[in-house]
Structures are given as structure tokens and as C-alpha cells.
């Protein structure tokens, strides 16, 4: 679980996607608490905020894509209006698909802890 978190390729499944999704909207609201308004207007926290949405941002890309692809679609269905919804509550794919094997599956004997 939470393996290569920047990459958008793979599957993940809806416990994965459910928590990077829950991950990210506290994040977001330490971010706000941390650099929200305030009377000091300083260019460098304001580009630091920056930075930090647009990693963030892209983490929940990533995930979404993931989570995308383990029901058998491209990644750019995550844009759709309130398709997130249909993300955290359908099933994956089950077995393989263009875009991986499927996270339920049993890891290899390797990868096993």
C-alpha cells in the first residue's frame, strides 16, 4: 500500500484511494490553518504554499489515476463531475487488466513481509 505515490501508473484499490483522498484533504486544511490569510503578506511563504498545493495536487492526480485504471479506464475519467464518488464505492476490475494486476491479488512470495 502506498507504493510510488508521485506515479499515475498502476491500480490501487478503494481503501488505498479512500485514504490518499482523506490524506490529502488534511493536508489541505493544515495548509490553510498554517499559510491562510493573515496581515503579512510575504512572497516567499505564499510561493512555499504554492509549491506544497501543487505537490499535493499532483499526489491526488497520481492516486486518482491509479484508482482509475483499476476499474478498467483511462485516468483522465477522474475529471468528470462527481466521479470521484463512483471511485471510492465501485469494485475494481477483478484479475488483470491493460493497466496492471490486480492489487487484491497475493503478493509474490518476494514481496511478502
Not at 24 to 31: E, H
Not at 60 to 83: E, M, T
Amino acid at each position: 500500500m502506498f507504493r510510488d505515490v508521485s506515479s499515475p501508473k498502476g491500480r490501487i484499490g478503494r481503501l488505498e484511494y479512500g485514504l490518499s483522498y482523506f490524506a490529502y484533504l488534511i493536508v489541505l486544511v493544515v495548509l490553510q490553518l498554517v499559510f491562510g490569510p493573515n496581515e503579512n503578506d510575504n512572497l516567499l511563504l505564499a510561493l512555499f504554499y504554492l509549491a506544497s498545493f501543487l505537490l499535493c495536487l499532483w499526489f491526488l492526480v497520481a492516486q486518482g489515476a491509479k484508482r482509475c485504471h483499476d476499474r478498467g479506464n483511462s485516468g483522465w475519467y477522474q475529471f468528470i463531475p462527481f466521479y470521484v464518488f463512483w471511485m471510492l464505492f465501485a469494485a475494481g476490475d477483478s484479475g488483470d487488466n491493460a493497466y496492471g494486476p490486480n492489487p487484491k491479488a497475493a503478493a509474490p512470495a518476494g514481496e511478502r513481509k
